[in-house]
């Protein structure tokens, strides 16, 4: 009888696994990207996906943020769960597993199938507690709104500008506990979660009280909570850009240089050029950073809004 021969997606893992229990690679050090994968072992890039994918769900590697993909803390792969009686599970538990199927592999990996895998049940089950996959979000949503409290009033900041920078701050913490949060809802259509309204009481009873009309309440609130969001996108994103082209953020801006040489060299942007030329490091995009700097501008405009007598 012939030998029987792994997939190569499996030969794969196991070289990995291999290099992981052996310490050549640590906790927290990225691993071989989809396309690095590809290139070394001579396989597709849907082959390299797979692999990935498997050392995920042993639970030896995991999604970092704006990092890739790295070697998850705990060094020993999780054992697979044996199948539970459906009667033990609730949906509570269903929307913890989604929550941490989501943080360590992103929104687009999110299903009902792949939970009930991560649960250990059959995969019809979690339709028992939870309609949909739409409904699930929702639920994942409204239960990470809700993980960070604020202090009660005798304990809170005083000051319109303290509570809202501790506001921000908190909403900031939230999303990069949860990259995903930020693609779930819209300014236009905002998500009516209990957990969320949370925020959004801290941030209008912070500004209320100082003479301002409803619709400019609001409007501040929103525009907090709008940067908070808008950067917290790109968390997100830039490991869904990352898994999809093999690229770290830095080796992207490497593969730019002659595009930003040649744009800087053509006169037609001297400012850009004088800009650029003066970073003589480079420019690493820091989103704490920029996080933080906007918000320091942001509420000082709001302060000539809230303090200004003559405001609308």
Do not use: C
């Amino acid at each position: 009888m012939a030998a029987k021969i792994d997939p190569p997606y499996l030969r794969i893992v196991a070289e990995i696994r291999r290099r992981i229990a052996e310490g050549e690679l640590a906790p927290g050090d990225r691993v071989p990207s989809t396309r690095q994968i590809a290139r070394e072992w001579e396989v597709a890039p849907a082959t390299a996906t797979k692999a990935l994918a498997t050392l995920r769900q042993e639970g030896l590697v995991e999604a970092e943020p704006r990092v890739g993909t790295v070697v998850a803390a705990a060094r020993t792969a999780r054992r697979r769960m044996a199948p539970e009686p459906d009667h033990e599970l609730t949906r509570d538990r269903i929307v913890r597993a989604a929550v941490a199927l989501a943080d360590a592999e992103g929104l687009a990996a999110l299903s009902m199938r792949g939970v009930a895998a991560r649960l250990g049940v059959a995969a019809m089950s979690p339709y028992r507690y939870v309609t949909s996959k739409d409904d699930l979000v929702l639920l994942m949503a409204d239960a990470v709104y809700g993980e960070p409290a604020y202090p009660p009033a005798a304990d809170a900041p005083e000051g319109w500008r303290a509570r809202l920078e501790l506001g921000a701050h908190t909403l900031w913490a939230l999303h990069r506990r949860h990259p995903w949060l930020a693609h779930i809802g819209s300014l236009g259509r905002p998500l009516m979660l209990p957990n969320l309204m949370v925020h959004a009481e801290w941030a209008l009873s912070a500004l209320d009280g100082h003479g301002l009309g409803a619709e400019t309440l609001m409007n501040l609130h929103v525009l907090v909570y709008a940067h908070v969001q808008g950067l917290a996108i790109h968390l997100e994103r830039e490991a869904q850009a990352e898994a999809a082209t093999g690229l770290s953020e830095d080796d992207w801006m490497d593969r730019q240089t002659p595009a930003l040489e040649a744009l800087a060299a053509s006169g037609a942007f001297p400012t850009f050029a004088k800009v650029t030329g003066a970073l003589r490091d480079g420019y690493d995009l820091k989103l704490d950073a920029l996080f933080e700097l906007g918000l320091t501008a942001m509420l000082d405009g709001l302060a000539r809004v809230v303090e200004d007598p003559a405001r609308g």
